[in-house]
Structures are given as C-alpha cells and as structure tokens.
C-alpha cells in the first residue's frame, strides 16, 4: 500500500524530522524538518541507504535498531541517541523506529533534545520582557502627569522673566519637557492595530532598503533573499517600520567600522520555537551587521524600553519593533559577538501562507 499524499503532508506539518525507508534501508521521502536537518535523497537508489549518511559508529546503532523493529514488527525508541554524521556533525536526539507492516516500509522520527530546552528559554524570555514592558508602561502613565505640571510652571515663569538668562534655562526646562513626553507617550502607545492582507515579505525589505539607501552613508548593503518564501498574512507597512527600526539601529552601530556593512537576509527554517510554541516553518529575516556587537551585561534587555547602547539613544526602537512582530504571532531573536550582531524576526507560516505561494 503507498502512503496517500494528504497523508505525506500531514507529516511534512510535523517539527520532528520524519524519515521513510524501504525494506532495504535506503530512503524514500523526508519531511521538511529533516531536509532542513541535512538528510538527504539521491537520485541514485544506492546511495540512499541511511548507514551511508552516518558515521560507522553510528550507522551501526541505528541498523540494529532497525533489524529489532523489522524482526519484532514494532517499535523501538532510544532516549538521549547520541547521533554523529559522515560530515562530523554531532547532536542528541530522541530516535524512534517504527515497522509499518500495511505500507511495507519503515518510518524515522527524529527529536532534537535541544528543542525542549530552546521552547523554555523563549518562554522565560517572553515572559520576562513582556513584565518588564509592562512595568515601564505603568512607570509611564506616573511620569506624565508630573511632566504636564512641570512645563505648565515654566511656560508661567517664562512669561513672568523676561530676562535673557532667565528665557534661556526656561526654554531648555520646556524643550527637555517636550522630549520626555514624547518618549513617555511612545511607551504607552501601542502599536497600531494591523491592517492584514497577504504581501510579499521582500516587498517590505525593499521598501527598507531604498530608505536606507537615501541616507546616503558610507555603508556596503548586501541583499541575500530566498525567493521560495510565500506571502505573509500582515500589515506591510508595520513590518516596514519594525525591519527599518533595527536596521537603523544597526546604521548607528556600524557608523565608525572602517569596512561598515549591513546584510538584510530571507529564508525558510523548519521546526523553531517562536515565543514558547515550535511551529513546522516560518520565515526568517535576518539583519546582520559588522559593528562592535552589544555589550553583554545588556543582552538580556535589549528589547526592555529606554535601554540603549547610544548615549542619547530612547531605546524604544527594538521594543516598538517586537511589539509590532509579536501582534502579527511573531518573535524577534538576536545573537551579538564584536564584528557579527543578528536581529532575526521571525514569523511562523501558515498552512494558507503556503497555499498562496501553490496558487
């Protein structure tokens, strides 16, 4: 009996690798997880035994698995399965091998150990940052009040001293007035409510480009796009003004690199947790710059409102840029070492997203 080909997609939706082989070992078909994983399908029929992707030592673990699953018609799981590839590369997995006597085949599933902790740790992120928006809010809201008290009073005295000294420090309390109630007032706006419809994610990424482009700075821009993304369900010009937020930040981190360069990036990764939940894809957009990096006693408040590495920076750009992601159900993730700093926003995909790019 051949598998149906809802039932194949139903499996290509799974975060787990799946892998499907004949009777013989070799591979038939691979899910996304486990393409994007490294397993591969020749069109040479003898080059697709599994053992030949494997280190010896490794093949020989999972061909025994195999025969005990073939043997017994059953299932077999290894915890912890330490698994190492021809290319050295090493990981632990949970490794399940399933005989399925009705399609005569043998089914693989494959779970990363990590995938858990990597769900965790975005949880407790989320969680932290979303208390941490919320306590500037409220801290916010306080500030107001007194700052509407404190420029009424000096428009007053402004009015009463005529004197050039006086003015003078009068129209500094006022303007730094002016300036604080406008960063108070940003914190407390949330962002507008998105205007969804489906759009081209490099649609946005070009409009980001050319307003960054008009600056007209010493700045090498590189594009790298993956033309197999499909539309998004979202409001374009929102993603416009998150992406353009961080590359502008990465345009004030560069600006004094002798080689400065800003790299806008596109792809499709599989299985990745986005805000505490694993989705089978999404898209990827990567910012990446070859500025100092962010210093390190600050990574775990980068998108915390008024925490910035620029001296007269508000640091609201990376928080009103996650903010607009996360109503559209994304996520922004970042990695930063001294000439190599990574924004990545990244949006799950639905099952309609992929249906508009087939149509």
């Keep these: 009996m051949k598998i149906s080909k809802s039932e194949l997609n139903f499996l290509n939706q799974l975060t787990t690798e799946i892998i499907i082989l004949d009777k013989e070992y070799r591979i038939i078909w691979l899910n996304d997880s ?9 069109s040479n029929k003898d080059k697709n035994l599994i053992s030949l992707q494997l280190s010896e030592e490794t093949a020989a673990s999972v061909i025994k698995l195999l025969n005990k699953s073939v043997d017994k018609g059953s299932s077999q799981t290894r915890r912890d399965f ?10 632990e997995i949970d490794f399940t091998v399933r005989f399925i006597n009705s399609y005569d085949c043998i089914l693989i599933e494959i779970s990363c150990v990590d995938n858990l902790n990597k769900i ?54 006022i303007d730094e007035t002016d300036r604080l109630n406008s960063i108070v007032t940003k914190i407390l706006t949330p962002p507008s409510k998105p205007n969804l419809s489906l759009f081209n994610i490099h649609s946005a990424l070009e409009q980001v480009y050319a307003l960054v482009k ?38 004030q981190a560069i600006e004094n690199e002798d080689d400065p360069s800003i790299t806008i990036k596109s792809r499709i990764q ?10 089978p894809t999404i898209c990827s957009i990567d910012i990446i710059d070859n500025g100092p990096g962010i210093p390190n006693e600050i990574h775990d408040q980068v998108f915390f409102p008024m925490v910035s590495v620029k001296e007269n920076g508000s640091g609201l750009g990376l928080t009103i840029a996650q903010d607009i992601i996360r109503i559209h159900g994304g996520g922004i993730i970042f990695s930063s070492n001294p000439g190599d700093t990574v924004f990545s926003i990244q949006i799950p995909i639905k099952v309609a997203d992929k249906e508009s790019k087939i149509a």
Excluded: C
Excluded at 34 to 42: Q, R, S, T
Excluded at 85 to 90: C, E, F, G, P
Excluded at 272 to 279: E, L, Q, S
């Design 270 to 279: 599989y299985g990745r947790p986005v805000n505490g939940t694993v989705y």
């Design 82 to 91: 330490p698994l190492k590839t021809t290319k050295d590369k090493k990981r």
């Design 34 to 42: 486990a393409l994007n994983k490294g397993w591969v399908i020749d």
């Design 120 to 173: 965790i740790d975005s949880t407790k992120t989320f969680s932290t940052q979303k208390i941490a928006a919320n306590l500037a809010r409220t801290l916010a809201h306080e500030v107001k009040n007194p700052l509407s008290g404190i420029k009424g009073s000096a428009q007053i005295l402004d009015k009463k001293l005529t004197d050039d000294y006086s003015s003078k420090f009068l129209k500094i309390i």
């Design 214 to 251: 008009a600056d007209k700075k010493n700045i090498k821009f590189i594009r790298d796009y993956d033309p197999s993304i499909p539309k998004i369900n979202g409001d374009e010009n929102l993603f416009v003004q998150a992406i353009l937020n961080i590359v502008k930040n990465a345009q």
